[in-house]
């Protein structure tokens, strides 16, 4: 066969441009990375083994000092560009609410914890000391989703770090853009901290094969799905350490006593935050008979457009799902306006939300639409509506809302409805610390009951004990 002396050219050429001055091959590291420095490899097994040796550099030679100096450092980057960040969430995905993308990225900046969440418990006795102490798992792989992107990124990333490991992230490729920004700053900062190159990293093509390559890959300590029932279960069954973070229905209890006008302020609130993305958003109401009427009187003074005409509904109903009667992404965290207009509805308002009353086993009200849609349920009393809301909610575990000011059915349906949230008398979105107390995170695993995770679920136990000293009782 004739070589052509063009080829072999290229071919030197192509070797000479990897031999550097001094004739040494270019570090291993930086063959296939896509922005070196920023933690975007185009190879997950290049992707993981930077991860890998850059989280034994990490637990190596930086101290639990060091860790929250890159913390801080981390927050404070991601604060500088938080604004670009909420508008590259709705640009990237298109879904969402750049107002309420800002505020989900700050909540999640400032109230995700760090290192002081990593609290030793301590044994002491005639034997002497014994210590648990919280250590990293190594690398973890961490999913994340569409809905949340950039705020999955940051909490996961500090927890993570804070609690020593590195971390591969597998973003959902329909938010490419948005989670590998925030990557990059996030490695910036990290950078300016003095830390180790490639603590977080992923893969400039993120895809479900490159996901389901990573949850396999024999250093990956550690699985954190943050997504649907599917991505949950894979990561469930991969015989390593994994933490679940899967959906909801959450479900808006009313009863007679509640203060209704302010239950129609907070779930009409709650529902329409960021276009209804969050897993913990209110997505249907059930409200007892003899305030039913009065609640929706109340929200409709809340920007929401009141669908009252059956055919509406069922134009609705058309285009939210496909024919095989499975959701339709197309409308996944659009504005109701829009939603309202594409189902020959005319809207020329930005509403917040569409609001309609419905029977119990309506498709709105059982499937997790995750948009500015929100039915409504009517029944006759409170032992009816907490059966409702316990079988709405399907045993997801996720995330449940009461509007009473009855502390006996408040409980009751706490205990019966087993959410690994629970919010009386406010929007859905005060159990993530905004508006109310406790820290914040984007992945709540309900399946595998971490529940609302931090810096210490993305760390392992280990005792350290010490026998005949240390006892000064
Ligand atoms: P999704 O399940 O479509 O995708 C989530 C992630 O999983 C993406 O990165 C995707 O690429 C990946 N993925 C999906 N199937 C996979 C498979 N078989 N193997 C490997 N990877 C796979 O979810 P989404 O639409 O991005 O997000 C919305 C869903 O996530 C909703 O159900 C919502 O309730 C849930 N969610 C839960 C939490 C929580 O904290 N519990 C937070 C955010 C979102």
């Not at 925030?182 to 490159?210: F, H, Q």
């Not at 009386?424 to 695993?445: D, M, Q």
Request: aromatic share 6%; net charge neutral; glycine share 8%.
């Amino acid at each position: 066969m004739a070589i052509d002396t063009m080829d072999i050219e290229k071919v030197v050429k192509a070797v000479l441009e990897k031999i550097d001055k001094k004739g040494h091959s270019m570090k291993e590291e930086t063959i296939g990375v896509q922005n070196p420095g920023k933690g975007i490899f185009s190879n997950m097994d290049m992707a993981i083994e930077a991860a890998w040796k850059a989280q034994k550099k990490f637990f190596k030679e930086y101290n639990l000092e060091d860790r929250n100096r890159i913390i801080q450092t981390i927050r404070e980057e991601l604060m500088e560009n938080v604004e670009a960040l909420a508008r590259l969430g709705v640009d990237d995905t298109g879904m969402g609410r750049y107002e309420d993308k800002l505020v989900k990225n700050k909540l999640t900046i400032e109230k995700t914890p760090g290192v002081e969440d990593l609290k030793a418990e301590v044994y002491t006795g005639d034997s002497g000391l014994a210590l648990i102490e919280f250590s990293p798992y190594g690398v973890i792989g961490a999913i994340t989703p569409s809905t949340n992107p950039s705020e999955t990124v940051i909490c996961n990333s500090i927890g993570m770090i804070a609690a020593g490991n590195s971390v591969v992230f597998s973003p959902h490729p329909g938010a490419k853009k948005i989670s590998m920004k925030t990557i990059e700053i996030i490695n910036t900062a990290i950078e300016k901290a003095g830390g180790p190159e490639n603590l977080i990293v992923t893969v400039d093509n993120p895809s479900i094969e490159n996901a389901q390559k990573m949850m396999t890959h024999e250093k990956i300590k550690m699985i954190v799905a943050t997504g649907g029932p599917g991505v949950v279960k894979s990561a469930m069954s991969k015989g390593k350490k994994a933490i679940g973070a899967g959906a909801g229905n959450p479900p808006a209890l009313v009863d007679e006593t509640a203060d209704i006008e302010k239950a129609a302020r907070d779930i009409i609130a709650g529902c329409s935050f960021d276009n209804n993305l969050p897993c913990i958003a209110e997505k249907e109401v059930i409200v007892v008979d003899s305030v039913a009427d009065y609640l929706i009187f109340s929200m409709k003074k809340e920007n929401v457009y009141h669908l009252e005409n059956r055919e509406n509904i069922d134009r609705l109903l058309k285009i939210v799902f496909d024919e095989k009667g499975r959701l339709n992404r197309k409308y996944v965290g659009k504005d109701a306006k829009f939603i309202l207009n594409s189902a020959g509805i005319k809207c020329e308002k930005d509403v917040r939300a569409v609001i309609m009353e419905v029977k119990k086993d309506h498709p709105f009200v059982l499937e997790e639409l995750m948009m500015p849609i929100l039915p409504i349920v009517r029944v006759k009393d409170i032992e009816e509506g907490i059966n409702l809301a316990v079988a709405v909610e399907q045993g997801n575990r996720h995330t449940a809302i009461m509007h009473s000011k009855n502390i006996d059915n408040l409980t009751r349906f706490a205990r019966e409805v087993e959410t690994t949230i629970f919010v009386k008398n406010a929007p859905s979105y005060a159990g993530l610390g905004y508006g109310g107390e406790g820290y914040a995170t984007f992945t709540i695993a309900g399946p595998t009951g971490e529940g609302l995770t931090s810096t210490r679920s993305f760390a392992r136990k280990r005792k350290c004990s010490l026998v005949g000293g240390f006892s000064i009782k």
